[in-house]
Nanobody, 126 residues
Framework: VQLQASGGGLVQAGTSLRLSCAAS????????VGWFRQAPGKEREFVAA????????YYADSVKGRFTVSRDYAKNTVYLQMNSLKPDDTAVYYC????????????????????WGQGTQVTVSS
C-alpha cells in the first residue's frame, strides 16, 4: 500500500481545511487508517483514526468536535476534515495505514501502522 497525503496549506485561525490520503491497493477499504501530526520540536502525536470499513472512528481530545475522519471507498481515499482550526494545529500531518485493526487501545500508537504517507504541512495563523 502506498499513501499520498495532500490538502495542507496556510490558513487563518477559525477556518477549515480538508486533508486527503489517497491509497493504492484493492483491499484498502478494510485497512485501519490513522492521522498523526508533528509540530516543530515536538513528538509525533495521534490525531484521529478510522478502524476500516467505517466501523469506528477515534479522535484525540484536542481535536474532538472539530475534526472528522471520513472515507470514500470508491476513490480509496480517507479524508480529515478540520474545522475551527487553531494555531496549535500547525504541524505536518501524516496519514498511516495498517491491514489489521488491533483495537481502540492501540489505534493511537504510531508503531501500530505499517504504511505511511509523506506528510502535508498545515499552518494556522492567528
Amino acid at each position: 500500500v502506498q499513501l499520498q497525503a495532500s490538502g495542507g496549506g496556510l490558513v487563518q485561525a477559525g477556518t477549515s481545511l480538508r486533508l486527503s490520503c489517497a491509497a493504492s491497493g484493492r483491499a484498502f477499504g478494510s485497512y485501519a487508517v490513522g492521522w498523526f501530526r508533528q509540530a516543530p520540536g515536538k513528538e509525533r502525536e495521534f490525531v484521529a483514526a478510522n478502524s476500516g470499513r467505517g466501523y469506528s472512528t477515534y479522535y484525540a481530545d484536542s481535536v474532538k468536535g472539530r475534526f472528522t475522519v471520513s472515507r470514500d471507498y470508491a476513490k480509496n481515499t480517507v479524508y480529515l476534515q478540520m474545522n475551527s482550526l487553531k494555531p496549535d494545529d500547525t504541524a505536518v500531518y501524516y496519514c498511516a495505514a495498517d491491514a489489521v485493526f488491533r483495537g481502540s487501545d492501540f489505534v493511537h500508537r504510531s508503531s501500530e501502522y505499517d504504511y505511511w504517507g509523506q506528510g502535508t504541512q498545515v499552518t494556522v495563523s492567528s
